[in-house]
């Protein structure tokens, strides 16, 4: 016993290194596992109201860019506008369309911190819990989808960002519905990857990548962005295809939430379909 | 002694905010991440307590953890850079042994000196930082890659901030 003690006493510097090695490990695995708000990150108030400050600064610099968004989306807005009257006086001659429950309710925040440059990216903003945000929730902009919301706080959320090695996003061409999943591969914050077309699709240079309908996050239809290059690896059954994001992800500010209403349902009705087939 | 544990303090804030608010928002092709904080770990007094170290090492990543949102990884790779660091210096050790408070610094043990020191130390702690973040095998290269220039570009700013911060006339050939 007392041999162990003095084993024990004449390496404790190495004993030290392991027992803080191993609570690092501890808190790595359960900041990737658990999605609870610990206290030890970034929507703990103090740190993120640092980033809040830091963020008036660059918000500052970034207002001609924002102004020219907000504008081009007003227009965009006004056009939407003219299509639905259009689409409403159809709707009138259609037994099928007259209920209609809303689906999708939006959020609008400000980013207070992002980052492009790690392999796992996550972004803060200035919405929380009071205002009713949950996790799981979609967050996009008017270009296109941006992550989803990992972490809530009173006032503040993180958000996983599209650009993490764990998020895989369903998408399919705009022009004939096939579809795959598109990732990102970690190099470069404008490009992703689309995964899992087969050869046999013809898939062209330009071609439009969209959300599908499959994820109870996002509403289909959601542009991801244009295909820029495709080739067949030899030997492999799979398009490999480069995708420019359609959201440039190092100029972003305002982001829009997304509150799914009937996600709930849908969930609990495909894990009940699920546990039938065990 | 307490002008010293002052300067400590002091350079302490510093670097955490430079990190913070400067360089965790800069990005340079995709590829280069620089952690200048580490620093602050370099030059810590040779004669501070190993198992101190150990722990000073680990707050030091955690602050920065809790700012970019990477539990655990920057305080993991702290740990593993205290861990080395007794070993290293006694590897390193001039023929008469170190001056009793003086600091690992360009000024007090020349040029040389400090990059042997300050690379073989800012490698250990960007290969865990990054291997850790990418916690696969698959993407060893790149990841390789984007170690072996971060490190290079943290290096240069740890040479630079040692010229900028030491005035000329103290300053050792």
Known sequence: MRLLFLLLWR?????????????????????SYFQ?????????????????????????????????????????????????????????????????????????????NNSVNRRNNYLTLDIGSLQ??????????????????????????????????????????????????????????????????????????????????????????LMLGVVTDSEVESGSNFHH???????????LSYVYLINHLLKNEQRSLEEAGTKDDN | MIIEIINIILRFLVLISIQVLV?????????????????????????????????????TGLIIDMFSNTMGMHAAACVVMGYIRPGWLRVLAPRDGYESDALPSVKN???????????????AHHFALFYLEVFRFSEFFSTFLRVILSTLVTLLLIILSQYLFTKPEERKK
């Open chain 1, 36 to 112: 609870k708000a610990s206290v030890l990150n970034a929507s703990n108030a103090v740190i993120a109201r640092t980033m809040q400050g830091v963020n008036y600064v660059r918000e500052y610099i970034n207002l001609k860019a924002s102004n020219e968004q907000l504008a081009r989306e007003n227009a965009n807005l006004q056009n939407r506008l003219k299509e639905s009257l259009y689409s409403g006086l159809h709707a009138r001659d259609t037994v099928e369309d007259t209920l209609h429950l809303q689906q999708y309710t939006y959020f609008t925040a400000r980013i207070i």
């Open chain 2, 109 to 123: 043990y020349g040029f040389q000196w400090f990059i042997v020191y300050a690379s073989v130390m800012v490698l």
């Open chain 1, 11 to 31: 390496n404790n510097f190495t004993l030290l290194f392991l027992a803080l090695l191993s609570f690092c490990f501890y808190l790595m695995v359960q900041n």
């Open chain 1, 132 to 221: 009713g945000i949950k996790p799981e929730m979609g967050v996009i902009t008017s270009q296109g989808i941006v992550g989803i919301v990992k972490q809530v706080s009173p006032h503040f959320c993180t958000v996983m960002s599209f650009l993490h090695k764990d998020t895989r996003i369903s998408a399919k061409f705009k022009k004939n519905e096939f579809f795959g999943s598109l990732v990102w591969d970690g190099e470069d914050p404008r490009y992703a990857t689309l995964k899992e077309i087969d050869k046999t699709v013809p898939v062209k240079k330009g071609d439009t990548i969209v959300t599908t309908s499959f994820s109870s996050i996002y509403p289909s239809g």
């Open chain 2, 23 to 59: 360089l965790n928002n800069i990005q340079f092709s995709g590829y280069i991440n620089p952690f200048l904080y580490v620093m602050f770990i370099l030059m810590l007094p040779v004669k501070l307590p190993k198992s101190l170290l150990l722990v000073v090492a680990f707050f």
């Open chain 1, 241 to 251: 295809i480069k995708v420019k994001l359609s959201v440039s992800f190092q100029n």
